[in-house]
């Protein structure tokens, strides 16, 4: 493994421990070159995932960007970092389990509102003002009105 501050290809690992929810290892490692200490997480992966994006563009998955993308719906939330992680395995858990290599963009946009609309309601407001492209403070108010169930929002 690089090391992130030198450059060097050779570092060791002084500690390895699974995560809290055992879906990954976490590993401490070293520097001999700069001395350095830092963290690696070693994951399974079951397949590679190839997202196709409303342009039709293709991209390999990045499980980085789907943690990123909620944790900018989450920011200044009472969700922890732990909670977030955890979903974010159970969406990854759900894309590869669907048994198929290509995914739509959509398909992990709906994955993604359906675990925030459970986990927190403003965050799931955030993250959808972004996904559904909402343009307007009408569009935020017709998505809350149909959030609440009211009638003459619809």
């Known amino acids: 493994m690089r090391c992130p501050f030198c450059g060097n290809d050779d570092t060791s690992v002084k500690d390895s421990r699974p995560t809290e929810d055992s879906t990954a290892i976490r590993r401490r490692r070293q520097c ?50 732990d909670r977030i992680e955890r979903v974010a395995n159970g969406i990854v858990r759900r894309l590869e389990s669907l048994g198929e290599a290509e995914i739509p963009s959509s398909v992990i946009g709906e994955m993604v509102m359906e675990a925030l609309s459970h986990l927190d309601s403003v965050a799931y407001v955030r993250f959808a003002s972004v996904y559904r492209n909402f343009h307007e403070a009408r569009d935020f108010e017709q998505f809350i009105g149909e959030l609440s169930g009211d009638p003459e929002s619809e």
């Open 32 to 81: 001999p070159n700069c001395g350095a200490r830092f963290t690696t997480f070693e994951r399974i992966q079951l397949r590679e995932l190839i997202v196709i994006k409303s342009n039709a563009q293709r991209s390999p998955f990045d499980r980085d960007k789907l943690v990123n993308s909620m944790m900018i719906s989450m920011r200044k939330r009472p969700v922890s970092p």
